[in-house]
């Protein structure tokens, strides 16, 4: 079973190749968006590569999703900014997050800024569980 460092290890390349940084400015408390320069469709790339070395998928949306999923007929945002019964469905399907950063007022269109390194370490390390748990069930 790979460790966390492990699969850091095995992303840094692909953050290379995708965002054009040198490998020693990738840190796991790296925002993507902010420190790394990644833009939209850097993620995109990135989500495909991830899926392609990790063998799960991490979707564009995968913050609405996940909240919105447990919010079935709620509000998940109102005048563009998430609604506290949204940032604690956030809070519970993605706890990979940075809780300090889901906040009162955040806007949508600040999701992306909370999307660090770490994040995606984490989030591929739960999806493989995941898939590793419903094959052997």
Request: charged share 30%; no cysteine; net charge negative.
């Amino acid at each position: 079973m790979m460790t966390e460092n492990d699969m850091f290890e095995r992303l840094k390349p692909l953050l290379v190749e995708v965002l054009g940084v040198a490998p020693e400015k990738i840190l796991p408390e790296s925002v993507l968006v902010g420190d790394l320069g990644a833009e939209s469709i850097d993620l995109l790339d990135l989500s495909f590569r991830i899926e392609e070395t990790f063998g799960v998928t991490i979707e564009s949306n995968e913050i609405e999703r996940e909240a919105s999923k447990r919010l079935p007929g709620g509000v998940y945002e109102k005048g563009g900014r998430l609604t506290e019964e949204a940032l604690t469905e956030i809070r519970k399907a993605l706890p990979e997050l940075d809780r300090g950063k889901l906040v009162s007022g955040l806007r949508k269109t600040e999701l992306p800024s909370l999307l660090t390194v770490r994040f995606f370490v984490m989030l591929i390390a739960r999806k493989l569980s995941e898939k590793e748990g419903a094959t052997h069930a």
